[in-house]
């Protein structure tokens, strides 16, 4: 249940505090001097489901159910509703590292079969984040990677079909900060990585892979799938 705020306490906490994310509608996101993150989250429709499952509720729940697959994220603090602002507002620790957005644009290393790893753990574990892109993956300061913005997240509950699989690639293949990145045969190493851990049988696999490619030339807009996968045998590599 969340928690009641007034506005002026809103207002007061935030002119204290160093303004991360901003639209026209006001403050999105805030950190606070302590460090803990302020999340704003607002209706952004009149009539949508987040009437009676608010994103901010949404973003709760996630954490805690992303803590017990044992998949590092934010941890919440609190959960308030100021009715005046009509506003959401969690509040919540960072996680520890960079995005893999950040870690990229520095110049830093990022270990994309473990990525895709990462990514076929989530997928097993029924984790559909449809909002996977660079700036929502953390890279963990020990190695490993992490989540954040989880409002948009869905737990299914059993491993996820491959359509899904291959449609949740799609937020990565087209992430503008990734696209030097998906060279034909760094995304082999990908694919492969991500193969090796998905717990599918082999036939599935296989059609999984051709889906892949699909994608892949679909959002990178790097040849068709079929000269893709020519190419590709010819080298053996599928
Ligand atoms: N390790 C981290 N933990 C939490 N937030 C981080 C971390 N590293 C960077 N951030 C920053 O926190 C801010 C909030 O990020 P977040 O992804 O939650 O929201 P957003 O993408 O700005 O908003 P939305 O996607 O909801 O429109 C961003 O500036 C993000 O780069
Ligand atoms: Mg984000």
């Not at 895709?116 to 029924?126: I, T, V």
């Not at 737990?155 to 359509?163: D, N």
Request: proline share 5%; hydrophobic share 40%.
């Amino acid at each position: 249940m969340a928690r009641h705020l007034t506005d002026s306490r809103l207002q007061r906490v935030l002119a204290a505090a160093e303004v991360l994310e901003r639209d026209p509608h006001g403050v999105k996101v805030a950190r606070l001097p302590s460090g803990v993150y302020l999340k704003l989250f607002r209706r952004k429709r009149l009539l949508s489901s987040a009437a009676w499952r608010p994103y901010a509720q949404r973003f709760v729940a996630n954490a805690r159910a992303l803590t017990r697959l044992a998949v590092r994220t934010v941890r919440v603090r609190a959960y308030f509703w100021c009715p005046q602002a009509r506003r959401h507002v969690v509040a919540y620790e960072p996680l520890a590292g960079e995005t893999v957005r950040d870690r990229t644009g520095n110049g830093g290393a990022v270990d994309w079969p473990d990525l895709a790893r990462f990514l076929a753990y989530l997928h097993r574990q029924g984790v559909y984040f449809r909002s996977l892109h660079s700036g929502n993956i953390v890279c963990l300061p020990g190695g490993g990677f992490g989540l954040i913005d989880i409002a948009d997240l869905r737990m299914l509950r059993g491993p996820l079909g491959l359509t899904r699989r291959v449609r949740n690639l799609r937020p990565l293949l087209r992430d503008p900060a990734l696209r030097p990145r998906w060279q034909a045969m760094p995304f082999q190493e990908f694919l492969d990585a991500y193969c090796r851990a998905a717990g599918v049988r082999p036939r599935q696999e296989a059609l999984l892979r051709r889906l892949a490619w699909w994608q892949w030339a679909r959002c990178t807009g790097q040849g068709s799938g079929a000269s893709v996968s020519d190419s590709a045998s010819l080298t053996g590599s599928r």
